[in-house]
């Protein structure tokens, strides 16, 4: 093992912010944290609002958000980014690849959170709903004061899981030429030429300390009581 | 830009239909090994040995939380390295590409599918391997006559899931040129310079395959559960994944 062929000032500084300082071209860590965190929190916005649709009695709103989880989930992410990157030029339109692969990423966990979220609602007692409705709280009302807020605990396990996956997912930008994490470490390797295992293994153990600091930061938040005091100041 | 689709009745479509089959051998064989894989490490973590522990730990944490296709290029890249000299020069000989992406994407899913044996036999009560045992039946018998197939129906749909997600998966093989559906495309996409029809046509494809893997694991988990279903008149649901 000759890991310290890799683990240079000058690959480190590749690996954790990509071209940044010397051409100002943002990448690694960097650009795959601000691609997967962009991502999942539009995803989670987008996402809410399909649960909530998906939960609806009425079938103009619970049928398209039930055929968008249905269509999304059936076709590999890598076929989205492909979609989202070759497409649009065929009607003249350059986009970028970034912008691309966050469009794909995007609508791909929007359809998994779409269907969280509607497991959440799902989740929380009728008796709740009905009590809420009784007491003379209007349907808007009912949702976001007694039904969301208790769905979104309910959640949070399921979320956790899904950010992970979703910063995982951002190393499919490689296969465009996007300068994330996996496409810095994979350049290094090409160029030392004999030390892959030694690349590759670094490469997992940056993922695997982001990922499990990920999981790790949502557990806090799984703590009802932490939860209000950070948040609610309760 | 005009689309042409009648290019997908000639050669292009043959190189799809070989890309499908080899999407198929791939996911048959990852769905296989990773459903091994899955089993011993969820009975072993459900065991709960101090000696395994570690080892599964490790295991299941570092493939569940790192991106699966830098595991296949890790595995693809440092064959040479791991293996002995001799079986690495046979392997080259016929090609590697595809023992390495089954290796990765098995031990990948295996993770997953080990975390969810765990928790199907955690769902089953405590008294069924203890009464199994009073009546005088081994460890490893009550495992597998009295625990195994409770658990098991408990954790088909989100098996189901997880097989789709191989499916799915199966297309990032592309990475290390596995001719795959997603390697057919961008195949076709550079010679013919007809990638809009050939996306749609795979896209369309990884469609019907999914929908169909999990339709057929919704009529395995009806079929299975259908003395609990006509017991208690509920309809079992698939979770989400």
């Known amino acids: 093992m000759q890991f310290e062929r890799v683990w240079t000032a000058a690959n480190w500084e590749r690996l954790l912010v990509g071209d940044l300082f010397n051409k100002g071209v943002m990448g690694g860590l960097l650009l795959t944290l601000v691609l997967g965190l962009s991502s999942i929190v539009i995803a989670t916005l987008l996402g809410a609002g399909i649960g909530v649709m998906r939960s609806s009695t009425r079938r103009a709103l619970s049928v398209p958000a039930a055929i968008y989880v249905q269509a999304f ?18 009607f003249g339109v350059q ?22 979220v509607h497991g959440g609602i799902r989740s929380v007692a009728s008796g709740h709903i009905e009590a809420a409705r009784a007491l003379g709280m209007s349907r808007l009302e009912t ?3 007694i039904v969301l807020p208790q769905a979104f605990f309910n959640m949070l396990p399921a979320l956790a899981g899904r950010y992970v996956v979703s910063i995982k997912n951002t190393s499919l930008a490689f296969l465009i030429g996007l300068a994330d994490l996996t496409e810095i470490g994979k350049q290094i390797g090409a160029r030392l030429m004999t030390a892959p295992i030694e690349v590759y293994v670094t490469l997992l153990m940056i993922y695997f300390v982001v990922n499990r600091g990920l999981s790790l930061l949502m557990r806090l938040l799984e703590d009802r009581s932490r939860f209000n005091r950070i948040f609610l100041r309760i | 830009m005009k689309l042409d689709w ?28 990773a459903f091994v894989l899955g089993l011993a490490f969820g009975t072993l973590r459900w065991i709960g040995l101090s000696v395994t522990e570690p080892i599964c730990w490790f295991y299941v944490e570092f ?9 296949i290029l890790f595995w693809y890249f440092s064959a040479s390295y791991i293996l002995p000299g001799w079986l690495f020069l046979q392997l080259r000989d016929f090609g590697y590409e595809f023992g390495a ?12 599918i080990a975390e969810v044996v765990r928790a199907g036999l955690n769902a089953v009560p405590k008294g069924q391997l203890d009464g199994a045992r009073a009546l005088g039946l081994g460890f490893l018998q ?34 290390i040129g596995i001719t795959e559906l997603t390697y057919q495309y961008k195949h076709i996409d550079i010679f013919a310079f007809r990638g809009v029809e050939a996306l749609a046509a795979v896209t369309v494809i990884y469609m019907i395959l999914c929908t169909l893997a999990a339709g057929l694991g919704h009529l395995l988990s009806v079929r299975l559960s259908h003395h609990i279903t006509a017991r208690r008149g509920l309809r079992p649901v698939l979770t989400s994944e």
Do not use: C
Request: no cysteine; charged share 10%.
């Open chain 2, 142 to 175: 009550s495992l597998r006559r009295i625990i195994m197939p409770q658990a098991l129906r408990i954790t088909i749909p989100p098996l189901v899931n997880e097989s789709v997600s191989i499916i799915k998966n199966t297309s990032l093989a592309m990475a």
């Open chain 1, 95 to 116: 986009v970028s690849k970034f912008t691309s692969v966050l469009i794909a990423l995007t609508l791909f966990t929007t359809a998994y959170i779409g269907e969280i």
């Open chain 2, 101 to 112: 992406a089954v290796v990765a994407l098995a031990i990948y899913h295996g993770a997953f």
């Open chain 2, 6 to 33: 009648s290019i997908l009745w000639g050669d292009a479509g043959l190189l799809i239909l070989h890309g499908l089959v080899v999407t198929l051998q791939l996911s048959a064989w990852v769905l296989a090994l």
């Open chain 1, 73 to 90: 989930r059936s076709v590999p992410l890598l076929i989205l980014i492909f979609w989202a990157y070759f497409f649009p030029p065929t």
């Open chain 1, 143 to 145: 949702q976001l004061r």
């Open chain 2, 63 to 71: 493939a569940r939380n790192t991106p699966p296709v830098v595991q």
